[in-house]
């Protein structure tokens, strides 16, 4: 800090070059959401999610930042998305796991994908009681995607997808699976939650539409209807589509993001790339990507 005596009052500003350089940084690194599955649809997954503080950094050496983009809903039947990965130097999380759209497939194939946080499965009308299996999360990042649910005559429904806090919600005769909840962090300085799963989607007039979490998309129960997509840089999960349309479509996740920290009274970087965006709170000053770049400290 420097000191300037302005009109009387000694005033406090920040210098950036002043103090040492930062030897730890506190960081917290999120991937891309799965998009929503088409009709039917299970919610997609919440993208991978990692925090620490104490990560120690090189003097001199440009650190990668990569930020994972969210992955695009399914039309109809298939998976949506995955999200992609998001990066900053040794530190990497997965993209989140797509939810499955339904179109009367077989329950042992109707399963959520794989990812940070398991996609939702699609509700599956071929079979009564089979409900198929969400995706699983990656341990330590993420969780699974809810089960689905059929009764085999008017009622099906999908399983919201993971997030970094919880499991998505497995899909009941009258309401689709919400997402699984997702992380509050207040490394920017204010409560924000990253990495909800996705709600899922569904079929029959009575059902209730599967919540987004953390900003992930809401699922449809209207034949057609439409997912919402994920709030972007959330890295939360798309909802799944509704309906037994093969024009409902599941909503897209969200794109990650990398957010570095280290205290104010230590020197700014030497360098960045990939116009990160700079603020100040608690003692703190705060680098936030929303797209990929480097930073050298």
């Known amino acids: ?32 959401g799965g998009g929503g599955g088409g009709y039917r649809g299970g919610g997609g997954g919440a993208g991978g999610l990692l925090t620490a503080a104490n990560f120690t950094v090189a003097s001199g050496s440009a650190l990668t930042i990569t930020v994972g983009a969210g992955g695009a809903g399914k039309l109809a039947a298939g998976y949506g998305g995955n999200g992609t990965n998001s990066v900053f130097s040794s530190i990497s999380t997965t993209g989140g796991g797509g939810g499955y759209g339904n179109a009367g497939a077989p329950p042992n194939t109707a399963v959520g994908a794989n990812g940070g946080s398991g996609g939702g499965a699609a509700g599956n009308p071929a079979s009564a009681g089979a409900g198929a299996a969400g995706g699983t999360g990656v341990s330590g990042q993420g969780n699974n995607g809810g089960t689905s649910f059929s009764d085999n005559t008017s009622y099906t429904a999908g399983g919201g997808g993971g997030g970094s806090g919880s499991v998505g919600i497995s899909g009941s005769r009258l309401k689709s699976g919400n997402g699984g909840a997702g992380f509050c962090s207040t490394i920017t300085g204010s409560r924000v939650f990253y990495a909800g799963g996705g709600g899922a989607g569904g079929d029959g007039s009575s059902q209730t539409i599967g919540l987004g979490s953390a900003g992930g998309g809401n699922g449809s129960v209207l034949s057609p ?23 409902s479509t599941g909503g897209n996740g969200a794109s990650g993001v990398v957010i570095v920290r280290w205290p104010q009274s230590q020197q700014a970087p030497a360098s960045t790339t990939g116009n990160p965006q700079i603020n100040y709170a608690d003692g703190y000053q705060i680098y936030t990507w929303t797209s990929s770049g480097t930073v050298t400290f």
């Open 1 to 32: 800090m420097s000191q300037t005596l302005l009109g009387g009052f000694l005033s406090a500003t920040f210098n950036p070059l002043a103090g040492d350089k930062p030897s730890t940084v506190e960081y917290l690194v999120v991937a891309g």
């Open 225 to 247: 209807g439409n997912g919402t997509s994920a709030i972007g840089n959330t890295g939360s999960g798309g909802g799944g589509g509704g309906g037994a349309s093969t024009g």
